[in-house]
């Protein structure tokens, strides 16, 4: 079974009111049918890292949070992630402020995750910025995990193909199950 570390963003938009904001409900929806229709398909682990940022804010959306991450395995950070976290924030690909960023990868890294599930375009999903980190991952014996957003790990879902099922993929099931595919 393949592993996959949920980041805090996509944490964050799993148990977040509904937004207004249209793109952010959008994520917000895809973030839900992922936890619904996908996790059951891998190991979900986070860190303490994750669980640090996900104590922050509002103290509501924090317990909501919290409790999702409660059911997670916790990655451990090893002397391995260390290391890894200070080559990625030496690459100068990452600015100093995104140090649990590289927190993240490199955690998921050493611990030989398969992805790591954000929605943090800005620093993690962004490949011009993974291609830099790559490098420096593979200098050292690691490779990084692929990084992704919900949407992208979908799996063989027919997301988005037909009418709105109450906002999730209803009984649509894997690409070409009632589809017409």
Known sequence: MET?????????????????????????QVTRDWWH???????????????????????EQAR?????????????????????????????????????????????????VNYLLTWNCRHLANAQILNRLEAATQRLGCTLPKVCTPFELMGEYAYGTGPDLEGTLGDKGPAGAGSGL
Do not use: W, Y
């Open 37 to 59: 229709f996908r996790r059951e398909e891998f190991r979900c682990v986070a860190s303490a890292e994750v669980v640090r940022e996900a104590r922050a804010g509002d103290p």
């Open 64 to 112: 909501r949070r919290l409790e999702i991450l409660d059911k997670l395995t916790l990655l451990t950070v090893t002397p391995e992630a260390n290391k890894l976290m200070l080559a990625l924030l030496a690459t100068g690909a990452l600015p100093p402020r995104a140090q649990s960023d590289a927190a993240h990868l490199a955690i998921a890294a050493a611990a030989q």
């Open 4 to 28: 996959v570390h949920l980041e805090t963003s996509f944490v964050s938009l799993l148990v977040a009111d509904p937004s207004r904001e249209l793109i952010t409900a959008a994520n917000q």
